[in-house]
Structures are given as C-alpha cells and as structure tokens.
C-alpha cells in the first residue's frame, strides 16, 4: 500500500480500502462531497481516516437511498445525518404509496374497460397497462436525482401531458436511438452531416423532456452522471459506443470540428 506521513493513503490504496473505485472518489471530490486530507506538489490525492469515516457516512445514507445532493446537505447540517435520512426515506415510502395507489386506480379502469369494451380493444388496453407498470418499474428509481420542484414539475407535465404524446415521445426516442446504433456499426463520422443531424434530434427531444427548466435539467444531468450508484439490473437503452458517438456529434461546431480537436 502507497502511504504518506500521517497514515494518508494515495487514492487508489485508499479506494481498494474502502470498496469503492477511483471514479466514485472522483466524483465525491467534484462534487464537494469527499475532499482528500491533502494534495502532493505532484498532484496526488491523499487521503486518511477522518475522509474514510465520512466515506462510511456517505455509503451508509446511500445504502438508506438518498440521492448525492441530499448526502450532502445531511453532512453539512446540524441534525443527525442517519435520523434525518430515515425521515426522508420515509417520505420517499410515502410517495411510493402513492404511486402505488395510482396504479391500483389505473387497474380498477383497466378493469371496467375490458369488462365493456370490443376484444380487440381488450388487449390494447391491457398492452397499455402492461407498458406503463415496465417503465414505473424500470425508471422509478431515477426520480431519486431530482429535486422536490423538479419532482413536482415533471409529475404535474405527465398529468396534463395527452397519452399519445407521451407514446409519440417514447416512438421517437426508441428510432433514434436505433439510427445513432446504426449510424455507429456503418462506421460514420461524429463530425459529418448525418451525425449532427442525429445529435440536433437528440438535443429536440432533451429539450422535450426538460422544456428549459434549470431544476429538471440539473437532475437529468445528475442521473446520467452517477452510473455508479445506477441498480445492478438497469441498463442503459444505448450502447458504449453510441453515446460517445453522440456526445462527439453533439461537441461538433458549425464546420463539423469535434471541440478539443
């Protein structure tokens, strides 16, 4: 083990300690969540035993399901971090009832409309049911990197929002992603006119879901960055390869340069 004066450990001795990877540690720092102990002259993170006992904090509220901003605002207040997570965890329970109980009215309906409807309706309206328990259930755990505003906002969108607009939406995302996979295995360029066509698609339909909100745009940018903490079972719709081809056709500038370049 990499130690310096004082028991400090380099920061991957220090990650292979505590279980967690370099990137995680990363992260913390950028955040402000997890400073080392110090910086070398050489750049070197280095870390001790007062950075490992908030890392165990850190893990433990995530263990308990709290989102890095609300960890954050824990360590950094003047309540018990541990009591105060179990009283937002237990307002997390609270909207899952809920949501629960809006499903249970969804299936009531469901229930009355096949009960009266034609047979081949029956099963649209079942296929219907069934596709919006998947995508509760895929992506429930997203809401989690939003703020309470930002909950409320998107919540309140969904409700106004006609069926078959949310259907169009989810048509759409599902062909582009198809034609960015493609665009991927025919070998095109990031830079040329066919990917930032597929890259300004991508920002439309971004910009569909967020609608220039500050709050929603910051948690949709936490959830993609923390892949991390994602569940086990959750994989992303895209491949590696697609999103860093999209990432690139999205840097292109006017002339197809790719910034950085």
């Known amino acids: 083990m990499q130690t310096q004066s004082g028991g400090l450990r380099r920061i991957k001795a220090f990650a292979t300690e505590a279980g967690v990877s370099v990137r ?19 750049g070197y993170r280095l870390y001790g035993e007062a950075e490992l006992e908030r890392l165990e904090h850190i893990l433990a509220l995530r263990f308990v399901g709290l989102r890095l901003e609300q960890i954050k605002q824990l360590l950094g207040g003047p309540d018990q971090p541990l009591v105060a997570a179990l009283r937002m965890q237990r307002e997390v329970i609270a909207r899952q009832k809920q949501r629960l109980e809006s499903a249970l009215t969804l299936i009531e309906e469901a229930e009355r409309a096949l009960s009266a409807g034609a047979s081949a309706d029956r099963w649209k309206i079942l296929r219907t049911v069934m596709e919006a328990f998947k995508v509760q259930n ?6 989690e990197y939003y703020s309470e505003a930002a909950r409320e906002k998107i919540d309140e969108r969904r409700r106004s929002t006609p069926v ?10 599902t062909a582009l992603i198809a034609e960015v996979e493609a665009a991927v295995s025919q070998g095109i360029k990031p830079s040329g006119g066919d990917a930032r066509a597929l890259a ?46 999209i990432k690139q056709a999205m840097s292109c500038d006017g002339n197809g340069a790719v910034d950085g370049d």
Do not use: C, M
């Open 138 to 143: 895929d992506w429930k755990w997203t809401q």
């Open 200 to 245: 300004e698609r991508w920002r439309s339909l971004v910009a569909s879901f967020t609608q220039g909100d500050g709050e929603v745009e910051r948690g949709l940018n936490r959830l993609w960055s923390d892949q991390t903490h994602w569940p086990k079972e959750f994989k992303r719709p895209w491949s590696d390869a697609a999103d860093g081809f």
């Open 164 to 173: 078959e607009v949310i259907e169009q939406g989810q048509r759409d995302w």
């Open 24 to 42: 995680t540690l990363h992260l913390y720092d950028r955040l402000g969540l997890l400073r080392p102990a110090s910086v070398t002259e050489t």
